[in-house]
């Protein structure tokens, strides 16, 4: 092989490299809906906490029922993910859009956490009915944790609840 040929192959061998090195394994779904509305959020990754994606919003009133429905899959071909945590909360936060996590000793709508071992394709999910009565903008997020990553996988969505009608 010539020289030139050899540092072209080293030179596309270290562009696809980091590619490689973070391998992706999870997939995640995340569905927010009012009687009026419904908005998908689709996987993002950490670092940074709040990911590359803008996240979507949805727009509630106080009292109104919100439907929340999360999948979470295991996307590696031949990997089993052993003691994978999947989270999901809805925390109060100050705007639509905020890089920083709310402080879930805060204002916690609603938290839920477990451990799980997902075969290679295998799929963990729930549903949840609520009621958010205090007007406000909401962060819901479904996150990995313990994937053994250098890097773990979410799915957020900004709600924003406005009062009932007629209230202030």
Avoid: C
């Amino acid at each position: 092989m010539s020289h030139r040929m050899g540092t072209m192959v080293a030179a596309l061998a270290l562009a696809i490299w980091p590619a490689l090195a973070r391998a992706e394994h999870a997939k995640i779904t995340l569905d927010v809906s009012t009687d009026r509305e419904k908005v998908t959020a689709h996987v993002d990754q950490t670092p940074p906490d709040w990911g590359k994606n803008p996240r979507p919003v949805l727009k509630a009133r106080a009292g109104e029922t919100i439907r929340v429905q999360s999948v979470f899959t295991n996307v590696y071909p031949h990997k089993t993910l052993e003691n994978v945590v999947v989270h999901l909360y809805i925390a109060r936060q100050e705007k639509v859009g905020q890089h920083e996590l709310p402080d879930l000793s805060g204002d916690v709508v609603s938290e839920t956490a477990f451990e799980i071992d997902l075969k290679p394709g295998a799929k963990a999910g729930q549903r949840s009915t609520l009621r958010i009565d205090k007007p406000g903008v909401y962060l819901v997020r479904i996150e990995s944790r313990n994937t053994g990553s250098d890097h773990e996988h979410f799915a957020a969505i900004d709600l924003v609840v406005s009062p009932k009608d007629g209230e202030k």
